[in-house]
C-alpha cells in the first residue's frame, strides 16, 4: 500500500522522454540556471562516469577536466532543471563505473570510440 502510494506520487514527475545514453559516453547537458529573476541554460559537457537509482532516484555522474582540475556534477535525471541531454560520442566501457579515471590524466581518459555496425562502410 505504501509503496503503491509513493509510485502513484513519483509517477507525475517522472520525464516521458529520455535521451538515451550509457556509460563512457560524452554528453552535453543542459541545465537550467536561475539568477535573481533572470533564467539561463548552462551546458555542461563531460563522460559520463557513473549511472544509479531507479525511478525517481535515478542520478548520473558527469566528469570533465577543467584547468587540470578534475569536475565532477551529478545530475538527477527527472529534474526538470536538466532541460537535454545530447550525446555527442559514444565510448566504449567494459564496467558500470569509470571511477578509475578519477586517477588519470591527459589522454590517458579517453576511451575508445564504440563504432556501431550500420556506420562502417564496406
Not at 540556471?33 to 531507479?54: A, D, L
Not at 577543467?66 to 535525471?77: A, K, M, Q, S, T
Not at 578509475?100 to 581518459?109: E, I, P, Q, V
Given at each position: 500500500?505504501?509503496?503503491?502510494?509513493?509510485?502513484?506520487?513519483?509517477?507525475?514527475?517522472?520525464?516521458?522522454?529520455i535521451?538515451?545514453?550509457?556509460?563512457?559516453?560524452?554528453?552535453?547537458?543542459?541545465?537550467?540556471?536561475q539568477?535573481?529573476?533572470?533564467?539561463?541554460?548552462?551546458?555542461?559537457?563531460?563522460?559520463?562516469?557513473?549511472?544509479?537509482?531507479?525511478?525517481?532516484?535515478?542520478?548520473?555522474?558527469?566528469?570533465?577536466?577543467?584547468?587540470?582540475?578534475?569536475?565532477?556534477?551529478?545530475f538527477?535525471?527527472?529534474?526538470?532543471?536538466?532541460?537535454?541531454?545530447?550525446?555527442?560520442?559514444?565510448?566504449k566501457?567494459?564496467?558500470?563505473?569509470?571511477?578509475?579515471?578519477?586517477?588519470?590524466s591527459?589522454?590517458?581518459?579517453?576511451?575508445?570510440?564504440?563504432?556501431?555496425?550500420?556506420?562502417?562502410?564496406?
Amino acid at each position: 500500500m505504501k509503496t503503491e502510494l509513493l509510485e502513484a506520487v513519483a509517477g507525475k514527475s517522472l520525464k516521458k522522454d529520455i535521451p538515451y545514453f550509457e556509460i563512457g559516453d560524452t554528453v552535453d547537458v543542459h541545465c537550467r540556471i536561475q539568477e535573481g529573476n533572470k533564467v539561463r541554460t548552462q551546458i555542461f559537457s563531460g563522460t559520463v562516469i557513473s549511472r544509479k537509482g531507479r525511478g525517481i532516484n535515478e542520478m548520473f555522474t558527469v566528469r570533465r577536466i577543467v584547468n587540470n582540475e578534475g569536475v565532477e556534477r551529478i545530475f538527477p535525471i527527472h529534474s526538470p532543471n536538466v532541460l537535454d541531454v545530447v550525446a555527442t560520442r559514444s565510448g566504449k566501457a567494459r564496467r558500470a563505473k569509470l571511477y578509475f579515471l578519477r586517477d588519470r590524466s591527459g589522454k590517458a581518459t579517453r576511451l575508445p570510440q564504440r563504432h556501431s555496425k550500420h556506420t562502417i562502410a564496406r
